[in-house]
């Protein structure tokens, strides 16, 4: 847990301030669990430099007068293309848990997709968030449950919140081995829960002939498929997403079965490791689906200019996470929103050093690989 509140502290200038900040208030096993990711974190730590090996070549003298960071997504204009991912339990991270993290998204324009898993019930959150005309989609994330009455009434509390969709997460039918977490022995402290699955019963155990998997027999027996998905459409009147698709046969899949948008993401690293980069899946996913629906990133963003690649090789927005709970855990809510304005700003930065006026242009950005010694260009013009 955090050890005490206080005021942002000086001299951040940077996410990577911010986390380096933030070890030194969180206990270990918390760390561990909050920042960790599976095995030997290899895909973690990829997430980020993918990012960087992505070069941004200046563009210089050009019409810059009236540019913004407006996007659209679905069917609504929004201040900025920036997204707060859904991590469990903020209250880990500080006291006020997502109630800060989502004043603070509020304040500054950007999307909010709470978690199943929040240490704070969605309607507060939602309550926190709402308020405001000029913000960013509220969006909650589900991980479907064995009880589908209980996920329909989830569901149900979700649209009555006022959350604008449903972000499904995909690709974490078991939990990563997450060696780190495990190290630190990590338990959830008293008064922390996953208060929105209060009375949620788990199944009953499945029986097992000896030498059988418990995995593939018991727990992966309730594993979600493209039924459903389905199903789930078909219970609520909300946009679906998807969250955790890399492979561009799940991209054709998930138009086909009506989905709204999709979230390229590796779940930051935390399920299977060595699993392929957002950034770099992200390119072949853009040509699969060919602008039929809108595409967001998430994994390694940290800094503005990693924003704007990511748009210029084809997402609409992009997801953050961690850098996020960074910022809660230095001070609340003033943190989270110190995070954000970080973005925001290298963000804009970025864009005006590249020529770029709004982000309708970011796909004219040019780039060059540093891993291929700048050979092959992406967008260039």
């Given at each position: 847990?955090?050890?005490?509140?206080?005021?942002?502290?000086?001299?951040?200038?940077?996410?990577?301030?911010?986390?380096?900040?933030?070890?030194?208030?969180?206990?270990?096993?918390?760390?561990?669990?909050?920042?960790?990711?599976?095995?030997?974190?290899?895909t973690?730590?990829?997430?980020?430099?993918?990012?960087?090996?992505?070069?941004?070549?200046?563009?210089?003298?050009?019409?810059?007068?009236?540019?913004?960071?407006?996007?659209?997504?679905?069917?609504r204009?929004?201040?900025?293309p920036?997204?707060v991912?859904?991590?469990?339990?903020?209250?880990?991270?500080?006291?006020?848990?997502?109630?800060?993290?989502?004043?603070?998204?509020?304040?500054?324009?950007?999307?909010?997709v709470?978690?199943?898993?929040?240490?704070?019930?969605?309607e507060?959150?939602?309550?926190?968030?709402?308020?405001?005309?000029?913000?960013?989609?509220?969006?909650?994330?589900?991980?479907?449950?064995?009880?589908?009455?209980?996920?329909r009434?989830?569901v149900?509390?979700?649209?009555?919140?006022?959350?604008?969709?449903?972000?499904?997460?995909?690709?974490?039918?078991?939990?990563?081995a997450?060696?780190?977490?495990?190290?630190?022995?990590?338990?959830?402290?008293?008064?922390?829960?996953a208060?929105?699955?209060?009375?949620?019963?788990?199944?009953?155990?499945?029986?097992l002939?000896?030498?059988?998997?418990?995995?593939?027999?018991?727990?992966?027996?309730?594993?979600?498929?493209?039924?459903?998905?389905?199903?789930?459409?078909?219970?609520?009147?909300?946009?679906?997403?998807?969250?955790g698709v890399?492979h561009?046969?799940?991209?054709?899949?998930?138009?086909?079965?009506?989905?709204?948008?999709?979230?390229?993401?590796?779940?930051?690293?935390?399920?299977?490791?060595?699993?392929?980069?957002?950034?770099?899946?992200?390119?072949?996913?853009?040509?699969?689906?060919?602008?039929?629906?809108?595409?967001?990133?998430?994994?390694?963003?940290?800094?503005?200019?990693?924003?704007?690649?990511?748009m210029?090789?084809?997402?609409?927005?992009?997801?953050?996470?961690?850098?996020?709970?960074?910022?809660?855990?230095?001070?609340?809510?003033?943190?989270?929103?110190?995070?954000?304005?970080?973005?925001?700003?290298?963000?804009?930065?970025?864009?005006a050093?590249?020529?770029?006026?709004?982000?309708?242009?970011?796909g004219?950005?040019?780039m060059?690989?540093?891993?291929?010694?700048?050979?092959?260009?992406?967008?260039?013009?």
């Amino acid at each position: 847990m955090r050890t005490a509140p206080h005021d942002l502290p000086s001299g951040l200038a940077s996410l990577g301030d911010h986390e380096r900040y933030a070890r030194e208030v969180l206990d270990d096993p918390t760390w561990a669990y909050l920042f960790g990711a599976a095995a030997d974190e290899l895909t973690h730590g990829r997430n980020i430099e993918a990012w960087r090996e992505l070069e941004l070549i200046p563009r210089v003298l050009r019409p810059l007068a009236g540019g913004h960071t407006r996007i659209e997504l679905l069917g609504r204009e929004r201040p900025h293309p920036i997204l707060v991912a859904p991590m469990a339990f903020h209250r880990l991270a500080h006291p006020d848990g997502e109630l800060a993290t989502a004043l603070a998204a509020a304040a500054l324009g950007a999307g909010l997709v709470v978690s199943t898993q929040a240490s704070c019930r969605l309607e507060d959150v939602a309550g926190t968030f709402l308020p405001g005309e000029d913000r960013g989609p509220l969006w909650f994330q589900l991980y479907l449950q064995p009880d589908r009455a209980f996920t329909r009434d989830l569901v149900q509390r979700a649209e009555a919140a006022g959350y604008e969709a449903l972000v499904l997460t995909v690709d974490a039918p078991v939990q990563g081995a997450r060696d780190r977490e495990r190290r630190a022995g990590f338990r959830l402290p008293a008064g922390v829960r996953a208060v929105n699955l209060d009375g949620l019963r788990s199944p009953p155990p499945a029986t097992l002939p000896a030498a059988q998997s418990a995995l593939f027999d018991d727990l992966l027996l309730h594993a979600p498929t493209w039924d459903d998905v389905s199903w789930l459409r078909s219970v609520t009147r909300l946009p679906v997403l998807l969250k955790g698709v890399l492979h561009a046969d799940d991209a054709r899949l998930a138009i086909e079965h009506g989905i709204a948008g999709l979230i390229v993401s590796n779940h930051g690293g935390r399920t299977l490791d060595t699993a392929i980069t957002t950034a770099a899946a992200l390119p072949a996913l853009v040509e699969t689906v060919q602008g039929r629906v809108p595409l967001l990133v998430d994994g390694g963003i940290r800094r503005g200019s990693d924003v704007l690649k990511a748009m210029a090789l084809g997402a609409s927005a992009v997801l953050v996470g961690r850098p996020v709970l960074h910022g809660l855990a230095n001070a609340g809510a003033q943190g989270v929103a110190h995070v954000l304005r970080l973005l925001r700003d290298e963000l804009e930065i970025a864009m005006a050093l590249t020529g770029c006026r709004t982000l309708a242009d970011a796909g004219k950005v040019p780039m060059a690989t540093r891993a291929r010694k700048n050979q092959d260009f992406f967008n260039f013009s």
